[in-house]
């Protein structure tokens, strides 16, 4: 394994981890409903919207309500699959970190939209959801260029089926 997979597949981990621990813990305050967070879970989104004077998770809109339901229902699960993909070494791990880099850059694409253009965006809001495009591209750059040749053992089976 190269160097720049094995850099890939370590931004990829990083990548998954953050959206495994901090969606249903956090992100998920926005849709689910309350009773089933614990108050220091509550204190630190308030905490953390008033912190990084973050509108959108205070007020949550509409789309941004849609784009909730779509990370836990789909971008959760499959974070959690990049996770156990690669550190298992499974080759169907390029395409789970493919999936969730075309749904976190599409997600984050919408949300730095109406940041940008609200005219309300801080210096740390932006440097909060900004790593979130380069994380999303270096995933979606890791599923498309896996570099992972055909073990020999494959090969011999198949010309063995010939």
């Not at 204190?43 to 789309?63: C, H, M, N, S, T």
């Not at 971008?75 to 791990?93: D, E, H, N, S």
């Not at 395409?95 to 730095?112: E, P």
């Not at 900004?130 to 198949?158: D, E, N, T």
Request: proline letters at 7%; one cysteine or more.
């Amino acid at each position: 394994m190269g160097v720049v997979p094995a850099v890939a597949d370590a931004v990829v981990v990083m990548f998954a981890l953050t959206i495994t621990l901090s969606f249903p813990l956090f992100g998920g305050q926005s849709v689910l409903p309350g009773s089933l967070y614990p108050a220091p879970l509550q204190d630190f989104k308030r905490w953390y919207v008033a912190e990084f004077g973050d509108y959108l998770l205070a007020q949550p809109p509409p789309f941004l309500r849609g784009l909730f339901w779509l990370e836990l229902a789909f971008l959760w699960p499959l974070a959690i699959a990049t996770l156990y993909g690669v550190f298992a070494r499974r080759r169907w791990a390029a395409t789970t970190s493919l999936m969730a880099g075309v749904s976190t850059l599409t997600s984050s694409s919408a949300i730095l939209g109406e940041i940008l253009f609200s005219g309300r965006a801080t210096t740390k809001l932006l440097l909060l959801y900004v790593p979130y495009i380069a994380f999303a591209v270096i995933a979606i750059l890791r599923g498309l260029c896996s570099c992972s040749a055909p073990s020999p053992a494959s090969s011999a089976q198949k010309k063995k089926r010939v």
